[in-house]
């Protein structure tokens, strides 16, 4: 057995150990001793003194890295540069290692119950081209972009309206800027703290040359039909590109910001001189000068790496590398962290409740065929043949680093136990057998589960052939169908499919504060529940009404969090949709816990050796703070770049 995996129970048991703390402070500029960054020192521009640069009142974290160098990492295709905008992790709020909401671009912000929001800007603050960042910018975004028909034809983002209206939103002066909605709207700070920033404000002073409101119309137009659009507003929202990181003009308020665009094989990041983070030595942050990202084929990664071709990399990476990766780590100068994935489970089967096919709508609106299908399986085989015996087995549930974690959830009608499970198969009214010892259907046909995925993970397909063989024994035929996702989806929404197969749950992290919108039938992106998730969307116009009794639940506890600000109430709120889940089994967990490699070059220091990865709430490496990153020079290990 090879020495990681030796090793990886106790990088497992320490991994799980409570999150790293990381400490902001509020501080005076002028109380620091500030230091110019050596690589503006060195170029031949001309910019403000870092006193200058900073806003009155920086963010201030504990951190005592060392400015300058740069880093190589891979990227699949040219557009997947928009992930720094993830693990980047400028908010206006965002979580820090402990799961709370910290002021990030914001110097503060008041809560009222939920209903009102008053945020307060950094004195000074400037977007990365030297304009101020004020309450201008959330305006122009408000009234400008949101409330524009043409820029925004569906209108404010759904997140930003309850019961369907808006906030009042007033500006009180160029810092302060006050949010108010009539009843609770407690999702407000846990979207604007998310893997992908919503937005809610603009570099104003740039876009207003793009909006017809503030330029001539006509000449907009004009300039939009240069570039094949069809309008100002689509040329407005190109140069508006605060995700995409396509245009290199437009400000930033991140640690770096693109320096050109595609078509390109190597993009180029060069830091932000007005970041608005500083160390307490006086170092402005991003400690790193350039983060170099050069485009590959996803295949690739893993050998890439091992030949020493990149200093951090963990997008395109799975527990399947790790032996590749190891083996470079000597001979390369690199070290392959590994991460619990804080996933619900690395492979669930979602049967589709929507199905349009009578007779297999009724067997998966019935839970005892969901239990037998889940007392079938024998997660501990899945476990050691999927992820080397070092993962969780049970339900598509929160990890225990949640503090909504329980234990008995995670084992619910999730033990081997074919016997039951035929048992509850042979209740159900399955008990007739062809001569290959199959169920038959109550219509004649063979029971076999036609279980659909989009074919990218080899993980999801090898597990299913497993699945396949343990569910023979209690007479259910499984047959594997991989497909384009989109297709995939599509089948789905149309209730096609009787059951896919897919990663669980993406926030296997939840704090009560979050919403918990993965576990209530609200969209149809849901493989069990897309129908009713579609009537929720469209407001009634498409899918279908809930109609099952335990569901419909899961969506009054849903509105009910909504409708409360009170912290113990929406812990209450997510017990109990956790239980609803383990009980009826609405999506069917198996194992849980791959480990995310991330490949860091020797000499690169900030990451925590054990740490939990995740989309959401981690935002990949996000609250772990990448601007943090660098390279120990005492050691001798700066870039070779």
């Not at 009843?183 to 992908?196: D, H, M």
């Not at 300039?223 to 995700?243: F, P, V």
């Not at 349009?356 to 998966?364: E, F, M, T």
């Not at 809930?546 to 899961?554: G, N, Q, T, Y």
Request: charged share 25%; with cysteine.
């Amino acid at each position: 057995m090879m020495t990681w995996l030796r090793t990886a129970p106790l990088a497992l048991s320490l991994a799980l150990s409570p999150i790293l703390a990381c400490t902001f402070f509020a501080m005076p500029a002028r109380a620091l001793e500030l230091q110019e960054t050596p690589y503006f020192k060195n170029q031949d521009r001309t910019l403000p003194p870092v006193a200058e640069r900073l806003p009155s009142t920086p963010l201030v974290v504990d951190a005592t890295g060392e400015p300058g160098g740069e880093i190589v990492t891979l990227v699949p295709r040219a557009r997947d540069i928009r992930y720094i905008s993830t693990y980047a992790y400028t908010r206006l709020v965002g979580y820090d290692r402990h799961l709370e909401l910290q002021p990030d671009l914001l110097e503060s912000f008041d809560n009222q119950d939920d209903m009102v929001f008053t945020f307060t800007l950094r004195e000074g603050h400037r977007w990365s081209d030297g304009t101020p960042f004020t309450t201008e910018d959330f305006r122009y975004y408000w009234e400008d972009v949101a409330l524009n028909k043409d820029l925004s034809p569906a209108g404010p983002p759904e997140f930003m309206l309850v019961d369907g209206k808006p906030p009042r939103v007033e500006v009180l002066d160029e810092r302060r800027i006050r949010y108010t909605w009539d009843t609770p709207n407690p999702r407000f700070l846990p979207q604007l703290a998310g893997p992908i920033d919503p937005g809610i404000y603009r570099a104003s002073k740039y876009l207003k040359q793009f909006h017809a409101k503030y330029a001539d119309e006509a000449s907009l137009d004009e300039k939009a039909r240069q570039q094949k659009l069809k309008s100002w507003a689509a040329l407005h929202n190109r140069m508006d590109d605060m995700k995409e990181q396509t245009n290199p003009d437009l400000p930033t308020l991140m640690p770096w910001r693109v320096t050109n665009a595609a078509p390109a094989n190597r993009f180029v990041f060069e830091r932000n001189p007005y970041y608005h983070r500083v160390d307490r030595k006086g170092h402005q942050l991003p400690y790193l000068d350039r983060v170099l990202m050069d485009v590959s084929a996803g295949g690739l990664f893993a050998a890439k790496a091992n030949a020493g071709e990149t200093d951090l990399l963990f997008r395109g990476l799975t527990m399947s590398d790790i032996p590749v990766l190891k083996e470079g780590e000597k001979m390369q100068g690199y070290r392959t962290l590994l991460w619990p994935y804080a996933r619900g489970t690395e492979l669930a089967l979602y049967p589709n409740l929507n199905a349009v096919d009578p007779v297999w709508r009724r067997l998966n609106r019935d839970v005892r065929f969901r239990r037998a299908l889940s007392l079938g399986i024998d997660r501990n085989t899945l476990n050691n043949a999927l992820l080397f015996g070092l993962g969780t087995e049970g339900n598509n549930t929160v990890v225990p680093e949640s503090p909504l974690y329980s234990p008995e959830l995670r084992t619910l009608y999730a033990e081997y136990d074919p016997a039951q499970a035929s048992r509850l198969l042979d209740e159900v009214g399955l008990t007739e057998r062809n001569g290959a010892g199959f169920r038959l259907l109550p219509d004649g046909r063979e029971l076999e589960i036609i279980v659909e995925t989009d074919g990218d993970s080899s993980l999801v397909v090898d597990g299913l052939t497993l699945i396949g063989e343990f569910w023979r024994e209690i007479g259910v035929r499984l047959f594997v169908k991989p497909q384009d996702r989109t297709v995939l989806r599509n089948r789905a929404f149309a209730g096609l499919t009787m059951m896919v197969a897919a990663p669980g749950l993406d926030n296997a992290l939840p704090t009560a504060i979050m919403p918990p919108t993965d576990f209530a039938p609200k969209r149809q992106d849901n493989y069990a529940w897309p129908k009713w998730g579609q009537y929720i969307e469209t407001k009634g116009m498409n899918g279908e009404a809930i109609d099952v009794p335990e569901a419909k639940r899961l969506a009054e506890l849903y509105e009910a969090w909504m409708g409360t600000a009170d912290k113990a109430e929406q812990t209450r709120i997510w017990e109990e949709m956790l239980r609803n889940h383990a009980e009826n089994q609405w999506v069917i967990g198996t194992v849980s816990g791959a480990l995310q490699p991330i490949v860091v070059r020797n000499g690169l220091r900030g990451l925590p050796e054990k740490a939990l990865y995740s989309w959401e709430p981690t935002a990949m490496l996000g609250i772990y703070r990448v601007d943090e990153i660098y390279w120990n020079k005492a050691a001798g290990k700066e870039a070779r770049r």
